[in-house]
């Protein structure tokens, strides 16, 4: 099998233990991995924590870090078809998918390196004569980057990108389920030149997510996964007082209209939850669909779902591969199950597919007589699409917004003023309109709610990995006045 190594303080090493990565297509394993514990996640923190500090460092300019990092940019793209197929066979994400993500990738990394001496500060236009006061952005210090094996290329580069363009140092948790394109990644941050202890990455199960969270010189969490697990880590970090940026989870509102193009519509929202197997946290998992089109989109809909390739995640013509994990089939098994005893009506898909490996169909669930469904509320992270029907634009509004959760969310529609009606009304920190799933590094990204706080992308970003510093410089040369009052 092959093997694996840690990435920490310059150094590949081993784990304090190992354990086997099973490959989804198959069920079998595949790789051995390094599986740190809490003295792993000491070392590697120490390390950040040293490297902050360090002149190698915290002296490189701020246009010295944007050239490190567009030297990671140019290699990402180099290595991405080797990345691509280690992912694809690590976590089951079909190769076609793979392959454009990991090379755009590569484009987040460019946009930070040219933002990095673009963080500015301010002149404050003070009210005291003799006064000059300023504000630095200076970075926040040890990030802990905690991130899921979906997309984990694309949801490392959202964190690494802006932590290191602010002069932060990061270690880097990669999932142990599927860690091997990040560990491989590691090789490229070490070929970049970035010095020892500036990136470390390692993975591990909770213990190593526990030591992480909780460590004194962490900073900052950046943390993506779901709501649960940031449960634990929002308590974790009141050992810390570290801050917090959560990209979590969603149950995203897909919104058509009776005047919208309905091919256009049903292509995106194939997109939008088929795509990836449908473990996306952006997955616009609630189609709500006007009345007098349901039948028409829903026959569209059926006919793709049935016409999707599946197969082996690294053949190209494959459209939809295998789940991640065995756990997450049966979860997705169970939840239909609540859902159709609550009165949702399958439309097609629904059972797991036979043969090895974690394979599940396209499924479609019409919860129109069945508002109760545990489909309509909980996350599937797989592709199961639940249905609504609405008959006003009011009613749609209130359907949109009724979840805990508030990440994305699309809109169908060919009327101008509607979409701007819409896109006020929906509680969601991205709307796409007669588009779904597009992303840029020049956008940000994030939600509310369940689905978390702060941004992922653009300049929004780089400033939550950095502090402000108020500067005050006394101008006169007269002796201060009075002691005891404050100026």
């Not at 924590?49 to 940019?73: D, E, I, N, V």
């Not at 709500?288 to 599946?310: F, P, T």
């Not at 509320?377 to 609504?388: N, R």
Request: aromatic share 8%.
């Amino acid at each position: 099998m092959d093997r694996f190594q840690h990435y920490i303080d310059g150094r590949f090493e081993d784990g304090a233990e190992s354990f086997a990565s099973v490959d989804p297509a198959s069920g079998a394993p595949w790789a051995l991995m390094p599986l740190a514990d809490a003295g792993d996640v000491d070392r590697a923190v120490q390390a950040a924590h040293r490297a902050f500090t360090s002149p190698a460092w915290a002296g490189m300019t701020a246009s010295a870090r944007g050239k490190l990092l567009s030297r990671l940019a140019d290699l990402v793209r180099a290595a991405a078809p080797r990345l691509a197929a280690l992912e694809t066979r690590d976590t089951g994400k079909i190769i076609r998918e793979t392959s454009a993500q990991i090379a755009y990738v590569a484009e987040y990394y460019q946009y930070y390196a040219g933002l990095a001496d673009k963080i500015e500060g301010a002149h404050l236009p003070i009210d005291k004569l003799d006064m000059e006061v300023w504000l630095r952005r200076e970075p926040v210090g040890v990030v802990a980057a905690i991130v899921p094996w979906n997309s984990q290329l694309f949801l490392s580069a959202v964190k690494l990108g802006p932590a290191l363009a602010a002069g932060c140092t990061v270690v880097l948790k990669a999932s142990e389920d599927g860690p091997a394109p990040l560990l491989e990644f590691a090789r490229l941050v070490h070929e970049a030149g970035f010095p020892p202890g500036v990136v470390n990455i390692l993975t591990g199960g909770p213990e190593a997510g526990r030591a992480l969270a909780t460590h004194p010189k962490v900073a900052h969490i950046a943390f993506t996964g779901g709501p649960e697990t940031a449960r634990h880590i929002v308590r974790a970090s009141a050992e810390n007082l570290a801050s917090t940026s959560l990209e979590l989870g969603g149950k995203s509102p897909f919104i058509v209209f009776d005047d919208a193009d309905l091919d256009s519509a049903a292509n995106a929202q194939v997109s939008g939850i088929f795509a990836a197997t449908g473990q996306s946290c952006v997955a616009g998992s609630r189609l709500l669909v006007q009345r007098g089109v349901k039948d028409a989109l829903l026959a569209r809909l059926k006919a793709r779902a049935e016409a999707v390739a599946i197969g082996a995640p690294d053949r190209m013509e494959t459209e939809v591969g295998p789940l991640c994990t065995a756990r997450q089939r049966e979860r997705i098994l169970a939840l239909i199950a609540r859902s159709t005893a609550a009165g949702a009506r399958l439309v097609t898909g629904g059972q797991a597919s036979e043969g090895p490996g974690f394979y599940f169909p396209p499924t479609i669930l019409d919860c129109s007589d069945a508002p109760d469904a545990p489909a309509l509320a909980e996350e599937f992270f797989g592709p199961v699409l639940s249905v609504v029907t609405f008959d006003t634009e009011a009613e749609a509004l209130v359907l949109a917004n009724d979840t805990e959760f508030g990440l994305a969310s699309g809109v169908f529609t060919r009327s101008l003023t509607r979409a701007h009606r819409m896109i006020r009304g929906i509680r969601a920190g991205v709307v796409w309109v007669n588009t779904y799933r597009a992303v840029s590094p020049i956008a940000p990204f994030g939600g509310h709610g369940l689905s978390g706080h702060g941004r992922e992308g653009g300049l929004a970003a780089a400033l939550d990995y950095t502090t402000v510093k108020t500067v005050w410089l006394r101008t006169s040369d007269e002796p201060i006045p009075d002691p005891f009052v404050m100026r």
